[in-house]
């Protein structure tokens, strides 16, 4: 079982830059892939990012390719999420999960069902 916190959210000006954390507890961090979504009120979470368990391959959403990048330190439990360019249409609370399967990953890279631990979220605006 892993269970995930989320920080680094905050206030930015459009075409600021912020960096989400994701600590991990316990000791599997390393062998689940990690997805980043987000979600605004009234709407669905939505993919943002995600990457392998090993860090050796990562997806975006469209929306965020070349702006958003996503890495992973497993020494250190931590997931990260780097956000330049921001946009206000990037507000959003920002979640991370573990994806429930790494063999299947390539394939429910983006799929909501197949991450089973969330963390609580952090906040991220982006406004003048």
């Known amino acids: 079982q892993v269970s995930l916190a989320e920080s680094g959210g905050g206030l930015v000006q459009p075409g600021g830059s912020l960096k989400l954390s994701c600590v991990a507890s316990?000791?599997?961090?390393?062998?689940?892939?990690l997805g980043w979504f987000r979600r605004v009120p009234g709407k669905e979470r939505e993919f943002v990012a995600s990457?392998?368990?090993?860090?050796?391959?990562?997806y975006y959403a469209d929306s965020v390719k070349g702006r958003f990048t996503v890495s992973r330190d497993n020494d250190k439990n931590t997931g990260y999420l780097q956000m330049n360019t921001l946009k206000p249409e990037d507000t959003a609370v920002y979640y991370c999960?573990?994806?429930?399967?790494?063999?299947?990953?390539?394939?429910?890279?983006?799929?909501?069902?197949?991450?089973?631990?969330w963390g609580q979220g952090t906040q991220v605006t982006v406004s003048s």
């Open positions: 316990g000791r599997t961090f390393g062998s689940y892939p």
């Open positions: 990457i392998s368990r090993t860090g050796d391959s990562a």
């Open positions: 999960a573990v994806h429930r399967n790494p063999h299947g990953f390539d394939l429910e890279y983006d799929t909501l069902y197949a991450y089973n631990y």
